[in-house]
T-cell receptor, first 118, second 114 residues
Framework: EAGVVQSPRYKIIEKKQPVAFWCNPI?????LYWYRQNLGQGPELLIR????????DSQLPKDRFSAERLKGVDSTLKIQPAELGDSAVYLC????????????????FGEGSWLTVV | QQQVKQSPQSLIVQKGGIPIINCAYE??????FPWYQQFPGKGPALLIA?????SEKKEGRFTISFNKSAKQFSLHIMDSQPGDSATYFC?????????????FGKGTKLTVNP
């Protein structure tokens, strides 16, 4: 079974340029997460989707970041325009969550998209 | 806001040693505590997890000790091997209304020397 697939793996862009990351979650998983991981830090949640609905985007910098999850499967995360401080690893994760039933041990991460803004 | 505090930041042990990584939390509403292992260039992978009503859980060489009254939990790696060299993250999950929020500690970089 394929895991969480992310692309591109690596991206170098100049500041003020746009960038987009794509994520394909594990088949059947209804919950999708985007995390940002700065060097030497733990991942921090940017946005969480349950099916097509963004249920937690409180940590997403909405002035320059946007995300979508069309048809409740694949998702894209966009940054426009990128700033130097956006250099980080952007991790996508997915899980199968049943309403009212805890499933915290089934969150699977992709290998991440490494962004360098110069 | 650091909801889960992890220490030490880095740890070096010899092969066969028992590294211990500690974490502390404040929010008593957290209801699940996983540990993730991350190798360079890879995403975090679930290693072991524990519920707050359990004081200890062991899976292979990995053991979680949980102290609910102190709001602390720790990871012990028995008979550590060079292949265990990685960054370890403790985390805590808050379940509310059927949704889940996962927060991570800052990580501990473990080096196991041969």
């Amino acid at each position: 079974e394929a895991g969480v697939v992310q692309s591109p793996r690596y991206k170098i862009i100049e500041k003020k340029q746009p960038v987009a990351f794509w994520c394909n979650p594990i088949s059947g998983h209804n919950t999708l997460y985007w995390y940002r991981q700065n060097l030497g830090q733990g991942p921090e949640l940017l946005i969480r989707y349950e099916n097509e609905e963004a249920v937690d985007d409180s940590q997403l910098p909405k002035d320059r970041f946007s995300a979508e999850r069309l048809k409740g499967v694949d998702s894209t995360l966009k940054i426009q325009p990128a700033e130097l401080g956006d250099s980080a690893v952007y991790l996508c994760a997915s899980s199968l969550v049943f309403s009212g039933q805890f499933s915290g041990n089934t969150i699977y991460f992709g290998e991440g998209s490494w962004l360098t803004v110069v | 806001q650091q909801q889960v505090k992890q220490s030490p930041q880095s740890l070096i042990v010899q092969k066969g040693g028992i590294p211990i990584i500690n974490c502390a939390y404040e929010n008593t509403a957290f209801d699940y505590f996983p540990w993730y292992q991350q190798f360079p260039g890879k995403g975090p992978a679930l290693l072991i997890a524990i519920r707050p009503d359990v004081s200890e859980k062991k899976e292979g060489r990995f053991t979680i000790s949980f102290n609910k009254s102190a709001k602390q939990f720790s990871l012990h790696i028995m008979d550590s091997q060079p292949g265990d060299s990685a960054t370890y993250f403790c985390a805590a999950i808050l379940t509310q209304g059927g949704s889940e929020k996962l927060v991570f500690g800052k990580g501990t970089k473990l080096t196991v020397n041969p």
